[in-house]
């Protein structure tokens, strides 16, 4: 063989084996991150309702307006009189607001899924993660139009307890998913309700007033950045108790809601037992009302532009029925001493006597 065909020869073997090289570590490539999604391409915008189901039950939320609602059908009211945007509140007393943190929690958790590892294609062993058609946490996705994007269940925990096995319906790919997303999945209806009463950013309110069953009643002005008691005294108010006041009013969280229809008379509002006024810088006002206790021991609360009855105990009811002119009241300053005044002089000693 001449020299030039060698060379030729060699020079092929080497692109031939090159291209395998590179075939090799292009098969190796690691895929991105986009492919590994569960869902891939889908946002929370995309995403207009959710269904969770286990062996406890089924509970289905859906988007209504800006808000999402466990259970289905809402109707519009006005915007917040604090400046925030028109809410849109459930129109029946079995429909409640979501929970904000819990709906947060599944949406970013639906996006963000992705397949971590898989574990197992074996339909047998489906069983064996609690991914199969029995066992495991059902999560379906809806869109906008209502169609289905998917699905997938959630199986039972990883071997490291952070994490968990998940399969989407109709494939038989089972995966390790890190996160343990499964807690951010349940099918409790009751914690899905949003037991927020009353919430409020507190540099808008400028005056609060404080309402007691026996008439005895306590109210607040914020002139400027300052604020006083107006009644039933004159005078300035601590910092420290008026923020406090205002840091709980800005947000009450109730423990429960009222599952059973209430009247106002039943509910103990017709003679509440204390009654909290806010009113803002806009001049609309936010009501707070206290009423009678039910069997359980839990005052009964409503607020305006709610729907339902709150339940809360005997710490949130006192916050507000233990306010007192007295707890508000600014004590004056002691009179500062001036150090240039004279002193008196010490008087001098006695002399001592001589005996003769």
């Excluded at 379906?140 to 269940?153: N, V």
């Excluded at 008439?215 to 004159?234: A, R």
């Excluded at 601590?238 to 599952?259: M, N, P, T």
């Excluded at 839990?298 to 607020?303: C, D, G, L, R």
């Amino acid at each position: 063989m001449s020299g030039k065909k060698m060379i030729f020869a060699i020079g092929t073997i080497i692109v031939a084996v090159l291209v395998i090289v590179i075939g090799e570590q292009l098969g190796k490539k690691k895929p991105s991150e986009k492919s590994l999604l569960f869902f891939p391409g889908l946002t929370e915008k995309d995403i207009s309702a959710f269904e969770i189901s286990d062996s406890n039950g089924k509970v289905k939320i859906q988007r209504k307006g800006d808000i999402w609602i466990v259970g289905s059908g809402s109707e519009a009211t006005p915007a917040s009189p604090i400046g925030g945007a028109a809410n849109v509140v459930p129109s029946a007393k079995s429909e409640f607001q979501a929970d904000s943190s819990s709906l947060v929690s599944v949406l970013e958790k639906v996006v963000a899924i992705k397949k971590d590892q898989l574990i197992s294609t074996n339909p047998e062993k489906q069983s064996l993660f609690e991914v199969d058609s029995t066992k495991g946490v059902l999560v379906e996705i809806l869109d906008q139009s209502g169609k289905s994007r998917g699905s997938f269940r959630i199986g039972k925990n990883g071997p490291d307890h952070s994490s968990c096995y998940v399969r989407t319906t109709g494939s038989n790919e089972v995966y390790m998913v890190g996160g343990n997303i499964r807690y951010s999945f349940f099918t409790d209806s009751k914690r899905w309700r949003d037991k927020t009463v009353l919430k409020f950013e507190q540099t808008a309110a400028k005056s609060i007033s404080i309402m007691k069953k026996d008439g005895s009643k306590v109210v607040l002005s914020k002139d400027s950045t300052t604020w006083s008691i107006k009644e039933p005294i004159q005078s300035p108010a601590k910092a420290s108790e008026v923020q406090s006041i205002l840091s709980s009013l800005s947000r009450v969280v109730a423990s429960d809601i009222d599952s059973i229809a209430i009247e106002d008379t039943a509910g103990g509002f017709a003679n509440p037992e204390c009654a909290v006024a806010v009113t803002f810088s806009n001049g609309t006002i936010k009501n707070l009302i206290f009423g009678s206790k039910n069997a359980a021991g839990q005052y009964h609360v409503k607020a305006d532009g709610k729907a339902h009855v709150y339940l809360v105990g005997d710490y949130e009811f006192n916050k507000y029925n233990d306010v007192t002119a007295d707890k508000l009241k600014e004590e004056p300053a002691p009179a500062a001493v001036d150090s240039s005044a004279a002193v008196p002089a010490a008087p001098a000693p006695a002399a001592k006597k001589t005996k003769k």
